[in-house]
């Protein structure tokens, strides 16, 4: 079936580095790309998210970059602070004209920020 | 209100037990969707409801049975659970259901409901 490998599981970096988590889905109708933080004993939060249409979208410190004939899309943190350690989830998300819907998520990174 | 509420926020029951989840929204979003989530694992789609009526049911063992009475409200039936669905359990909302063909709208989550099966 339909999967999303995310890498790495674990990234640990000093605050102000930036941090790359990538993720590589195999459904060819995946059209919409989320990016979850998850922070111990909360609920999942959308901190950016990119549709098939684009190729790179940023949002301050995130920015998240997408290739669709790879079938790989990135998260990048700049300027990282202590408060971005968390566990940070990629989704990949399609809707097919059978109607059949998925909404997979990867396996999960725990970011750790040093200061 | 732009917040996914979830009740209660623990729960333990034993195997024999009947209980519910709740899960309300106020944001006039027309799909609702209950996950699964265990301790270190990513959130796995149970259930999605569009315009109130099931569309997706994700081979769920039968134990484990929605119901959404009206747009705002879903609720998630459990009789005689077994020890491994202890787990997290999420709602979550999104604008409008899925379309075919269409990218989806994003989710909005809730605290999720802690169950304990012993």
């Known amino acids: 079936g339909e999967n999303v490998e995310q890498h790495p599981s674990t990234l640990s970096v000093q605050e102000g580095d930036s941090a790359v988590i990538k993720c590589t889905y195999s459904?060819?109708?995946?059209?919409?790309f989320p990016w979850y933080k998850q922070e111990l004993g909360k609920r999942p939060q959308l901190i950016i998210d990119?549709?098939?249409?684009?190729g790179e979208k940023k949002d301050q410190r995130i920015a998240v970059t997408l290739n669709k004939t790879a079938k790989h899309f990135s998260l990048h943190i700049t300027e990282t602070q202590p408060e971005d350690s968390a566990v940070y989830f990629c989704?990949?998300?399609?809707?097919?004209?059978?109607?059949?819907?998925?909404?997979?998520f990867g396996t999960g990174t725990r970011l750790k920020v040093l200061a | 209100d732009t917040e996914v509420t979830q009740t209660p926020k623990h729960l333990v029951m034993g195997m024999t037990n009947k209980k519910s989840l709740k899960c309300e929204q106020h944001?006039?979003?027309?799909?609702m969707y209950w996950y699964k989530q265990k301790a270190k694992k990513p959130p796995e789609l149970m259930f999605v409801?569009?315009?109130?009526?099931?569309?997706i049911n994700e081979s769920v063992p039968s134990r484990f049975s929605p119901e959404c009475p009206n747009s705002s409200l879903l609720n998630l039936h459990l009789h005689a659970l077994q020890p491994e669905d202890s787990a997290l359990y999420l709602c979550?909302?999104?604008?409008?259901?899925?379309?075919?063909?269409?990218?989806?709208?994003?989710?909005?989550f809730g605290p999720g409901t802690r169950l304990t099966v012993t």
């Open positions: 979550a909302s999104s604008q409008d259901s899925p379309i075919p063909g269409q990218a989806t709208y994003e989710q909005y």
């Open positions: 459904d060819s109708a995946s059209n919409y």
């Open positions: 990119i549709r098939s249409n684009v």
């Open positions: 989704a990949a998300s399609s809707t097919r004209l059978s109607g059949t819907y998925k909404y997979i």
């Open positions: 944001m006039g979003h027309r799909a």
């Open positions: 409801y569009s315009y109130e009526k099931l569309s």
